[in-house]
């Protein structure tokens, strides 16, 4: 099943010798981070087993949203809303990327009250989000047909184009001096004296003084191989776009049966408002009780199945040599197969919310693996235990709008720059120093 079309990053032919910094995945996160560590005058190689953005960076909704994050994203996310807006102008490339809002259904007087409480945390930053009457979200999402008590509208709030956004941040990065590796997986991390001092790819080794593992669902597999325990699961969520529709919302809706968002072809990315699908595999034993408080608190929401996945990560390699092939290389996209009843329940949910969506022609579906923490907070940390390297993962379902403030977070931690926001919260010891997991809906 082939995933969506993304705007093609043609590799450079010739490793460097030495670099200052490897970045590890070529996905939203991993090229916002080259671009912010290229332009500090820093030499970065970044290095992508497949293509850049083919994995979940280009499989995402698509949304740039501060609306309803976990509160210790906030932060974060304020600093991604300084950042989107210039992209375009710094990476000389199309982001896609649109200020237009979106809303979020309520539908009781309980919910008004949690969205409204929610909204309560951004009066710091001067940015306008609150509850809007039901006649306001009528005039936000025209024809609506779906009974609300009001919704939560956050008008700075808006998308970006997932198959354009990591490939432009990607090229930016390379006109800015960074090279840009793409079908070069890296097999393992070199250390002298105890610290990171060079990379061994598929193509041969880097020599270089820090590293940045930026690889989404790969990311606890290769932590594993450096004996670094980094508890991580993958969860799966199916999307379908449209052809181009006239006379729908510009504004992005999201209610518990289905969101949706106004692409730049005219068209609309369309997915379930909250199910997602959790594969059983053999990490769903050992990380049990790391992710039981997220199973309790999030069990309707998730699809538990067991099939063919629980085979496939069986037979992943868990330690390897440098010269050895690795899983990176006989997997170099993740490509799930779409849920079909997922697709067909999305698009007739979206009818009945939005009428005009009954017109609308399903040109592609596809879905994608999420890399998700026991917080659904994301790790963005130095490791102590191998001085030199960095995790920038687990972004948890939220990490396409928030990745270019988490490239210049983790870009900050590299450089020993000041950080642009407290990153505590999101460091890799939280699991282990005996910290409560949090489970924040984000209201």
Same mark, same amino acid.
């Given at each position: ?72 994203? &906030? ?51 001067? &940015? ?227 009428? &005009? ?87």
């Amino acid at each position: 099943m082939p995933g969506p079309t993304v705007v093609p990053v043609q590799g450079d032919p010739k490793l460097p010798d030495r670099v200052d910094v490897v970045v590890i995945g070529g996905g939203i996160i991993g090229t916002s981070t080259a671009l912010e560590l290229q332009e500090r005058g820093l030499r970065v190689a970044l290095c992508e087993k497949g293509g850049i953005g083919q994995e979940q960076s280009s499989r995402n909704w698509g949304w740039v949203r501060i609306s309803r994050r976990d509160v210790r994203e &906030i932060p974060l996310m304020v600093e991604a809303l300084r950042i989107w807006p210039g992209l375009n102008d710094r990476t000389q490339r199309d982001t896609g990327y649109k200020r237009a809002g979106i809303a979020f259904a309520c539908k009781s007087d309980e919910e008004v009250e949690q969205y409204a409480d929610w909204a309560e945390n951004l009066k710091p930053y001067q &940015i306008q989000s609150g509850v809007v009457a039901p006649s306001k979200v009528a005039e936000l999402i025209p024809g609506l047909n779906y009974p609300v008590k009001g919704a939560l509208y956050t008008p700075m709030d808006g998308r970006a184009e997932p198959q354009k956004a990591a490939p432009a941040i990607a090229e930016g990065a390379r006109a800015k001096g960074a090279a840009v590796l793409t079908e070069c997986a890296v097999r393992a991390v070199e250390t002298t004296a105890g610290r990171v001092s060079g990379v061994v790819t598929e193509r041969g080794t880097i020599a270089c003084s820090a590293v940045v593992l930026a690889g989404g669902a790969w990311s606890r597999l290769f932590s594993g191989n450096l004996g670094i325990e980094l508890p991580q699961l993958k969860v799966m969520n199916t999307v379908l776009r449209t052809e181009p529709l006239e006379g729908g919302p510009e504004v992005a809706y999201w209610t518990e049966k289905v969101a949706f968002r106004k692409r730049q072809d005219g068209g609309y990315t369309i997915a379930d408002g909250t199910r997602n699908i959790v594969d059983i595999v053999p990490d769903s034993f050992r990380l049990a009780m790391k992710f039981f408080p997220a199973l309790l608190h999030q069990w309707r929401d998730l699809r538990l199945r067991v099939g063919p996945r629980f085979g496939v990560e069986a037979g992943y390699a868990r330690q390897w040599r440098p010269d050895e092939v690795t899983p990176f290389e006989q997997t170099r996209v993740l490509d799930p197969v779409p849920h079909q009843g997922t697709v067909k329940k999305t698009l007739a949910s979206a009818a009945e919310v939005a009428p &005009i969506f009954a017109k609308a022609k399903v040109a592609q579906t596809w879905a994608g693996l999420i890399d998700v923490t026991p917080d659904a907070v994301p790790v963005i940390s130095a490791v102590d235990e191998v001085p030199g390297f960095h995790i920038a993962t687990g972004f948890s379902g939220h990490g396409f709008g928030i990745g270019p403030g988490a490239g210049r977070l983790m870009a900050d931690i590299v450089s020993g720059a000041t950080p642009c926001v407290d990153p505590h919260d999101f460091r890799l010891t939280r699991f282990f120093d005996g910290s409560k997991i949090v489970i924040d809906s984000g209201f």
